[in-house]
């Protein structure tokens, strides 16, 4: 059974970082392409970004409202999946989902909250 | 970015009914089309991927269909698990992008 479990959200102020971890479990990780989700309270789903796997070069995608200021990273040895956030605005509070893609269907996770607030 | 439209934004219904929401993309995004079902406090799950398959572990009463611009997502007849909210989310082009979602109650 797909599974992926978050960790690492909490309160942090504006202006500063936080990195979230993606633990995941019953498929092959490395073979896999997994990307990032967030849903600011009450509101809908915002894709965040996407790291591909080594076949495709570790390639990585970003929303707008992030590149520059977030980062994916993998740990194929690990079988963890990150998101580095730096620079952190009020509007980046939500819930952070991982998401995974096997043969084009999607699995999310259970998700993490991030505050930024100060 | 490729808009996502979702109609309608609301909807009620009763248990046993047959129900459809549309999801239109702003450009053709062929068959790369997923609806995803979320309930309050909840994380979502996808019932459908590839635009019309059906996840292993959802029920049969739910159908996706479409292709290019516009898809819809079909209850065959409601259950009372159903009532929740739903996004269609294109995964053509990126940045991947969702529907504003829509939110199924009951009347």
């Known amino acids: 059974e797909v599974q992926l479990v978050e960790s690492g959200g909490g309160l942090v102020q504006p202006g500063g970082s936080l990195r979230l971890a993606c633990a995941a479990s019953?498929?092959?990780?490395?073979?896999?392409?997994m990307d990032w989700v967030r849903q600011a309270s009450g509101k809908g789903l915002e894709w965040v970004g996407r790291?591909?796997?080594?076949?495709?070069?570790?390639?990585?995608e970003y929303a707008a409202s992030v590149k520059g200021r977030f980062t994916i990273l993998r740990d194929d040895s690990k079988d963890t999946l990150y998101l580095q956030m730096n620079s952190l605005r009020t509007e980046d509070t939500a819930v952070y989902y991982c998401?995974?893609?096997?043969?084009?269907?999607?699995?999310w996770g259970q998700g993490t909250l991030v505050t930024v607030s100060s | 970015d490729i808009q996502m439209t979702q109609s309608p934004s609301t909807l009620s219904a009763s248990v046993g009914d047959r129900v459809t929401i549309t999801c239109r993309a702003s450009?053709?995004?062929?068959?790369?089309l997923a609806w995803h079902q979320q309930k309050p406090g909840k994380a979502p799950k996808v019932l459908i991927y590839?635009?019309?398959s059906l996840e292993s572990g959802a029920p049969s009463t739910f159908s996706g269909s479409g292709s290019g611009t516009e898809f819809t997502l079909t209850i065959s007849s409601l259950q009372p698990d159903d009532f929740a909210t739903y996004y269609c989310?294109?995964?053509?082009?990126?940045?991947?992008?969702f529907g504003q979602g829509t939110k199924l109650e009951i009347k």
């Open positions: 019953g498929f092959i990780f490395s073979d896999h392409y």
């Open positions: 790291t591909k796997n080594k076949a495709s070069s570790f390639i990585t």
């Open positions: 450009q053709t995004i062929s068959g790369w």
């Open positions: 989310q294109q995964y053509s082009i990126y940045p991947y992008t």
């Open positions: 998401v995974n893609w096997i043969s084009g269907c999607p699995t």
């Open positions: 590839k635009a019309s």
